[in-house]
């Protein structure tokens, strides 16, 4: 008797950076705008801290780094009161590219409509961002997508001898509960992979083989704005997935990125952050989706010819 697979394998996944990715600004915009700061000295300020910090001896990660600063900010009362819930209502406030959010639903059809949806055949979309978790979910995209990797933050923390039992007591947040940097992105991807969202029993280092993933990485894009994503393209290409980097239509500067970034043979393709329907990017997203449909449809019709015998036919002609 054949043993069953793990999962059916029956999933393609868009995986999404989110600033300058989907929207054209930092999400926490929208937070500086609220509490009166000025948002440009607020990234100086970061952009200083590893320097400032070195002088003690002292090691910080520069790409989340801002976050203990958000913390400093609250505080020092310069962003007084600051909740998750309030991070939650200011995600409203995110600005996106154009196309945004219809892009999500459009592309999903592309997959679960016709012959690709008749086979069961589903798309999914994830964000992996070193921005704050609460806001995304607060954005107007939360609604489109299957799973949210970012930072977070704790209000009160649990103290000595507290209540396994009990609820944590909310409040102003204080600590830092998880983050995520650069390099360590690339930990999600592999969570997507083997199915860590949806299957509780998984770890993302238990050792599961390939056929047993609940996304190839074959079955994954993941779409980006610069350099920094480079260690994420990298996994995912090096395990047969795409990289796709996007570039504000505004910006030169972008531009000359993501160009360098092909060159450099680090990402697949590249387009403008535009998702409207007519759009370039929009329009290869749509045909390797659909490729990677086609590929996992004939997989199957493989396997079905592997595993089952052609019927028996009589040789010649009958007498």
Not at 52 to 77: N, P, W
Not at 174 to 180: C, P, R, V
Not at 222 to 244: C, E, M, N, T
């Amino acid at each position: 008797m054949t043993e069953k697979m793990l999962f059916d394998q029956n999933v393609i996944a868009l995986i999404w950076d989110f600033d300058r990715t989907l929207s054209p600004h930092y999400m926490q915009r929208p937070l500086f705008e609220a509490y009166g700061i000025d948002e440009r000295a607020f990234w100086a300020e970061v952009n200083a801290l590893p320097a400032y910090y070195a002088k003690a001896g002292i090691h910080v990660q520069s790409d989340t780094c801002y976050l203990g600063h958000l913390l400093s900010y609250v505080r020092h009362g310069r962003i007084p009161d600051l909740t998750n819930a309030r991070l939650k209502e200011l995600g409203k406030q995110i600005d996106f590219f154009p196309g945004i959010p219809e892009m999500f639903g459009n592309l999903k059809m592309s997959v679960e409509s016709g012959e690709f949806g008749n086979a069961g055949l589903h798309l999914e979309h994830y964000v992996v961002s070193t921005g704050l978790a609460a806001m995304i979910r607060g954005s107007h995209i939360a609604s489109e997508l299957d799973g949210i990797w970012a930072s977070e933050f704790i209000e009160e923390p649990a103290p000595p001898g507290y209540d396994r039992n009990g609820m944590p007591h909310s409040g102003i947040i204080s600590q830092i509960a998880g983050l995520l940097d650069n390099t360590t992105k690339t930990r999600a991807i592999f969570e997507i992979n083997k199915g860590v969202n949806v299957e509780k029993g998984i770890t993302v280092n238990a050792s599961i083989a390939e056929g047993d993933r609940r996304v190839p990485m074959k079955n994954m894009i993941y779409i980006a704005d610069g350099p920094s994503d480079i260690p994420s393209f990298s996994v995912v290409r090096k395990h047969g997935g795409l990289a796709y980097a996007v570039y504000d239509p505004n910006n030169r500067d972008q531009f000359e990125q993501v160009v360098t970034l092909q060159e450099k043979d680090r990402v697949n393709s590249y387009g403008p952050a535009d998702y409207r329907e007519s759009s370039q990017t929009f329009q290869w997203l749509t045909l390797q989706v659909r490729r990677m449909a086609q590929c996992m449809i004939e997989e199957r019709r493989h396997a079905l010819e592997t595993r089952v015998g052609k019927e028996p036919t009589h040789i010649g002609s009958p007498e």
